[in-house]
C-alpha cells in the first residue's frame, strides 16, 4: 500500500546521501590541494627573498670595488690614469669580459680606462653611488657608478658584474620552483583525486543501493558495508526506517482488521437483503415486505458494492509488496488458474449475455498462487462489468519469447491512452463509466504484479477497441 510517510522516508534518504560523494570528494580534493599550492606560491616567495638577500650582498660587493679600483691608479701616463690593480679587483676581472667589467671616466664622461661601453654620457650627480641594471650582449649586468677622488684627480669608477642574480631568479623560479612546484600539484591532484574516490567507493554503493530502493523498500540498510565513518548516519537512517515501517505496518494491520471485522456483518446484511430482494420480485399475494421494491433493489445493490469493497480492501491489504517479501513462492500453472478464473466469472458475463473465452496454453512461473488468482478475478470481473453487453472478453496465457505472461482482453469502450496510467491509482474511475465500481480493481492488481517484480500494461484491443491488460513474469 501506499503511505505518505514511506515517500518521505524515500525523499529524506535520497536527499541524505545524494550529492554526498561528489560534494565530500571536491572538498577534500580543495582541502589537500589548496595547501600545496599555498606551499609551493611560499617557496616562490623564499626564493624571491633569497635572489634578494643575493642581489644585496653583489651591490655591498660592487660598491666594495670602485674605491679600490680608484686606488689602483698610481700615476699619470700622458694624459691617462696609470693603473696597478689591487688584488681583489683582479680577482673580479679574472672571469673575463663576459661576466666582469670596470671602467673608468672623468667628470665629461670620456673613458680614460676600462670598458668603453659602461660610460654614462650622464656621470653621477654627486659623490654617492649609482646602481642599475643594463642589458649588454644578452646578458643582465649590475652596474654601480661613482665619482672618486684619486692622484690622477677626480674620476667616475663603473664596476659592472655579468652575473646579476636579479636574472638568475627568474629562471630559478621558473624553472627550479614554479615548473616542478606545478607538477607536483599535478600529480599531487591526480593522486588525491584516485585516492579519496578509491576511499569513498563504499560510499558511492551505499548511495546507488539507495537509489536503487523503491519507496517500499524500508529494510535496514547493511551497516558493515558502510564505511565506519558514516555508520552513525546508516543507524540513524534505520531507525527512521523502523519507525515509518511500524507505521506502515500499524496502518496496514488496521486497514486488515477492519475490512475483516466487516466482512461478517456485511455478509449477514447482504443475506437479509437478498432475501427481501427475493420476497420483493414474488407475487403480491406472497410479499410481506413492507418497503417498496425499487428501495429494496437499491438497498440490495449498495450492500453487494459495501460487501465488494470490504474484501478488496482486505485483499489490497493481504497483497501489498513490502508484507509478500517473506513469504515464499511455489510453482503456479498459470492455465489451470485461467480455467478457475472463467468458471467462477462465467455466470456473470452469461448474465449479461457475453462471450467469456479462454487462449491458454501449458506455462508455470514462481510466484503466490492465491494472489495470481486475486490479480486475474479483478481483471476479468472489470472486464466483464465495464464492457457493453453482448461483448466479448477473452483471458489468455502463454509465452512470448522466454517470457511467460497473463492476459485479459475485452473488446468494450477502451481507455484513452491519457488515463490508462490513472487507472492504476486507487480510488480512481474514468469519467462517464457505467455500472458499480469502487476503482479499486487495479490498483489491486498493480500491486500484486509489483509482488511479483512486474507491472501491468495497458494497451488497445483487437482493432484498437477496448482495452488489452498484460502481466508478464518472470520464468
Same mark, same amino acid.
Given at each position: 500500500?501506499?503511505? +505518505?510517510?514511506?515517500?518521505?522516508?524515500?525523499?529524506?534518504?535520497?536527499?541524505?546521501?545524494?550529492?554526498?560523494?561528489?560534494?565530500?570528494?571536491?572538498?577534500?580534493?580543495?582541502?589537500?590541494?589548496?595547501?600545496?599550492?599555498?606551499?609551493?606560491?611560499?617557496?616562490?616567495?623564499?626564493?624571491?627573498?633569497?635572489?634578494?638577500?643575493?642581489?644585496?650582498?653583489?651591490?655591498?660587493?660592487?660598491?666594495?670595488?670602485?674605491?679600490?679600483?680608484?686606488?689602483?691608479?698610481?700615476?699619470?701616463?700622458?694624459?691617462?690614469?696609470?693603473?696597478?690593480?689591487?688584488?681583489?679587483?683582479?680577482? +673580479?676581472?679574472?672571469?673575463?669580459?663576459?661576466?666582469?667589467?670596470?671602467?673608468?671616466?672623468?667628470?665629461?664622461?670620456?673613458?680614460?680606462?676600462?670598458?668603453?661601453?659602461?660610460?654614462?654620457?650622464?656621470?653621477?650627480?654627486?659623490?654617492?653611488?649609482?646602481?642599475?641594471?643594463?642589458?649588454?650582449?644578452?646578458?643582465?649586468?649590475?652596474?654601480?657608478?661613482?665619482?672618486?677622488?684619486?692622484?690622477?684627480?677626480?674620476?667616475?669608477?663603473?664596476?659592472?658584474?655579468?652575473?646579476?642574480?636579479?636574472?638568475?631568479?627568474?629562471?630559478?623560479?621558473? +624553472?627550479?620552483?614554479?615548473?616542478?612546484?606545478?607538477?607536483?600539484?599535478?600529480?599531487?591532484?591526480?593522486?588525491?583525486?584516485?585516492?579519496?574516490?578509491?576511499?569513498?567507493?563504499?560510499?558511492?554503493?551505499?548511495?546507488?543501493?539507495?537509489?536503487?530502493?523503491?519507496?517500499?523498500?524500508?529494510?535496514?540498510?547493511?551497516?558493515?558495508?558502510?564505511?565506519?565513518?558514516?555508520?552513525?548516519?546508516?543507524?540513524?537512517?534505520?531507525?527512521?526506517?523502523?519507525?515509518?515501517?511500524?507505521?506502515?505496518?500499524?496502518?496496514?494491520?488496521?486497514?486488515?482488521?477492519?475490512?475483516?471485522?466487516?466482512?461478517?456483518?456485511?455478509?449477514?446484511?447482504?443475506?437479509?437483503?437478498?432475501?427481501?430482494?427475493?420476497?420483493?420480485?414474488?407475487?403480491?399475494?406472497?410479499?410481506?415486505?413492507?418497503?417498496?421494491?425499487?428501495?429494496?433493489?437499491?438497498?440490495?445493490?449498495?450492500?453487494?458494492?459495501?460487501?465488494?469493497?470490504?474484501?478488496?480492501?482486505?485483499?489490497?491489504?493481504?497483497?501489498?509488496?513490502?508484507?509478500?517479501?517473506?513469504?515464499?513462492?511455489?510453482?503456479?500453472?498459470?492455465?489451470?488458474?485461467?480455467?478457475?478464473?472463467?468458471?467462477?466469472?462465467?455466470?456473470?458475463?452469461?448474465?449479461?449475455?457475453?462471450?467469456?473465452?479462454?487462449?491458454?496454453?501449458?506455462?508455470?512461473?514462481?510466484?503466490?498462487?492465491?494472489?495470481?488468482?486475486?490479480?486475474?478475478?479483478?481483471?476479468?470481473?472489470?472486464?466483464?462489468?465495464?464492457?457493453?453487453?453482448?461483448?466479448?472478453?477473452?483471458?489468455?496465457?502463454?509465452?512470448?519469447?522466454?517470457?511467460?505472461?497473463?492476459?485479459?482482453?475485452?473488446?468494450?469502450?477502451?481507455?484513452?491512452?491519457?488515463?490508462?496510467?490513472?487507472?492504476?491509482?486507487?480510488?480512481?474511475?474514468?469519467?462517464?463509466?457505467?455500472?458499480?465500481?469502487?476503482?479499486?480493481?487495479?490498483?489491486?492488481?498493480?500491486?500484486?504484479?509489483?509482488?511479483?517484480?512486474?507491472?501491468?500494461?495497458?494497451?488497445?484491443?483487437?482493432?484498437?477497441?477496448?482495452?488489452?491488460?498484460?502481466?508478464?513474469?518472470?520464468?
Amino acid at each position: 500500500m501506499q503511505y +505518505f510517510v514511506p515517500e518521505a522516508g524515500r525523499r529524506l534518504r535520497a536527499s541524505t546521501v545524494l550529492g554526498v560523494t561528489s560534494g565530500l570528494q571536491r572538498r577534500l580534493l580543495v582541502m589537500l590541494i589548496v595547501p600545496l599550492v599555498l606551499l609551493a606560491a611560499l617557496n616562490a616567495w623564499f626564493e624571491y627573498r633569497s635572489a634578494g638577500n643575493a642581489a644585496l650582498q653583489q651591490d655591498h660587493r660592487l660598491q666594495a670595488l670602485v674605491p679600490l679600483v680608484a686606488d689602483s691608479i698610481v700615476g699619470d701616463a700622458g694624459g691617462r690614469p696609470l693603473l696597478m690593480l689591487a688584488p681583489p679587483v683582479q680577482e +673580479f676581472l679574472k672571469d673575463g669580459p663576459s661576466a666582469a667589467a670596470y671602467a673608468v671616466t672623468d667628470i665629461d664622461g670620456n673613458v680614460l680606462q676600462g670598458d668603453a661601453w659602461l660610460n654614462d654620457e650622464l656621470p653621477p650627480a654627486d659623490a654617492e653611488p649609482q646602481f642599475h641594471s643594463e642589458e649588454h650582449s644578452g646578458a643582465t649586468w649590475r652596474i654601480v657608478r661613482q665619482r672618486q677622488q684619486t692622484i690622477f684627480g677626480e674620476v667616475v669608477v663603473a664596476v659592472g658584474d655579468g652575473t646579476d642574480p636579479r636574472q638568475q631568479w627568474a629562471r630559478s623560479i621558473l +624553472f627550479k620552483v614554479l615548473l616542478p612546484n606545478l607538477v607536483l600539484i599535478a600529480a599531487a591532484a591526480f593522486a588525491v583525486g584516485w585516492a579519496v574516490e578509491r576511499a569513498l567507493r563504499p560510499l558511492r554503493a551505499l548511495k546507488e543501493a539507495v537509489e536503487r530502493r523503491s519507496p517500499r523498500d524500508l529494510s535496514a540498510i547493511d551497516e558493515s558495508a558502510s564505511p565506519e565513518e558514516v555508520r552513525p548516519l546508516v543507524d540513524s537512517l534505520n531507525r527512521l526506517f523502523g519507525l515509518v515501517n511500524a507505521q506502515a505496518d500499524g496502518q496496514r494491520r488496521f486497514v486488515a482488521d477492519a475490512a475483516h471485522q466487516l466482512r461478517t456483518p456485511l455478509a449477514g446484511l447482504q443475506a437479509q437483503v437478498e432475501a427481501w430482494a427475493q420476497a420483493a420480485g414474488a407475487s403480491p399475494q406472497e410479499c410481506t415486505l413492507a418497503l417498496p421494491t425499487e428501495q429494496v433493489y437499491k438497498l440490495r445493490n449498495a450492500t453487494r458494492r459495501t460487501s465488494q469493497l470490504a474484501n478488496q480492501l482486505l485483499a489490497l491489504s493481504r497483497a501489498d509488496a513490502r508484507g509478500m517479501h517473506s513469504q515464499p513462492q511455489q510453482r503456479v500453472d498459470l492455465k489451470a488458474l485461467c480455467e478457475d478464473t472463467l468458471e467462477q466469472q462465467l455466470d456473470a458475463a452469461t448474465a449479461r449475455g457475453m462471450d467469456l473465452g479462454l487462449d491458454a496454453e501449458p506455462v508455470h512461473v514462481m510466484g503466490h498462487d492465491w494472489l495470481l488468482r486475486e490479480l486475474l478475478a479483478n481483471l476479468v470481473d472489470n472486464a466483464v462489468k465495464y464492457s457493453h453487453e453482448g461483448g466479448c472478453v477473452t483471458i489468455r496465457c502463454g509465452q512470448r519469447g522466454t517470457e511467460p505472461f497473463l492476459e485479459v482482453e475485452d473488446d468494450g469502450p477502451g481507455v484513452s491512452a491519457a488515463e490508462r496510467p490513472r487507472i492504476l491509482e486507487r480510488f480512481y474511475r474514468v469519467q462517464g463509466t457505467q455500472g458499480e465500481g469502487n476503482g479499486l480493481g487495479l490498483a489491486i492488481a498493480e500491486e500484486i504484479a509489483r509482488v511479483h517484480h512486474s507491472h501491468l500494461q495497458l494497451s488497445s484491443g483487437a482493432g484498437g477497441s477496448g482495452l488489452k491488460v498484460t502481466l508478464p513474469l518472470p520464468g
